[in-house]
């Protein structure tokens, strides 16, 4: 089975900090994704990568970083956090294929920004 | 622009019955959706997915459903569980890399 893990289920921080999330996948795929999923927003694609150190802006990228440095591992950097980007945050991966592949999901990182 | 959306965001159900889940999409250039299952605290779950180029897909008790011609995706759940009170939502993709749109949910419950 596919193994999506986030590094930390529930995080506080405070206005201005600058926040990491992290994300690790043991499938060797090569797309990862990052969302944010807010109550009837559904999710919203932040940014995804399809390669290492390739990096390509999502629906909602402003406030927002990445660094994929190592296949396996695909960081989301908040720069100076700020109370909208309050969220729950999904990982997510992919193979890359001829064909659509779903994506498969870690179990998110609670974010709450004081 | 694109848009994928639900019928009905809460839906209850009685253990045993049969469960259908709706989903309306927009863009008809869409060939590849997933149905995802998400509980509480956890992250989304892989159900079933289906081409376009398909009307029915089956699984273990559940079955998608794709209309191309309104552009309507379905989710059959048979006999329902307790387990299966999550939240359902659908996701669409029109060959753009692998990026997908998602519907906001339909929260399933299931009444023992």
């Known amino acids: 089975d596919v193994k999506v893990t986030q590094s930390s289920r529930y995080l506080v921080k405070r206005t201005g900090e600058k926040v990491f999330l992290e994300c690790v996948q043991d499938m060797d795929h090569e797309n990862m994704f990052w969302y944010r999923q807010d109550p009837g927003l559904g999710l919203r694609l932040i940014y995804f990568s399809y390669d290492v150190k390739m990096k390509e802006k999502g629906d909602i990228p402003e406030g927002y970083s990445v660094s994929r440095e190592k296949k396996e591992r695909f960081s989301l950097i908040l720069e100076s956090a700020s109370t909208s980007q309050t969220s729950m945050y999904l990982c997510?991966?992919?193979?890359?294929?001829?064909?659509?592949?779903?994506?498969?999901f870690g179990d998110g990182t609670r974010l709450s920004i004081l | 622009g694109e848009s994928v959306g639900l019928h009905l965001p809460t839906l209850s159900v009685q253990e045993g019955d049969n469960s259908i889940i709706n989903c309306a999409y927009s863009?008809?250039?869409?060939?590849?959706f997933i149905w995802y299952k998400q509980e509480s605290g956890k992250g989304p779950q892989f159900i079933i997915d289906?081409?376009?180029?398909?009307d029915k897909r089956q699984g273990q008790r559940v079955t998608v459903l794709l209309n191309k011609t309104v552009k309507h995706l379905s989710l059959q759940i048979a006999a329902t569980q307790p387990g299966d009170s999550a939240v359902y939502f659908c996701a669409e993709n029109s060959g753009n890399f692998n990026k997908f749109y998602f519907g906001s949910g339909t929260k399933l419950n299931v009444k023992p």
């Open positions: 863009n008809s250039a869409s060939d590849y």
């Open positions: 997510a991966s992919s193979t890359r294929d001829v064909s659509n592949q779903p994506q498969h």
């Open positions: 289906i081409r376009s180029n398909m």
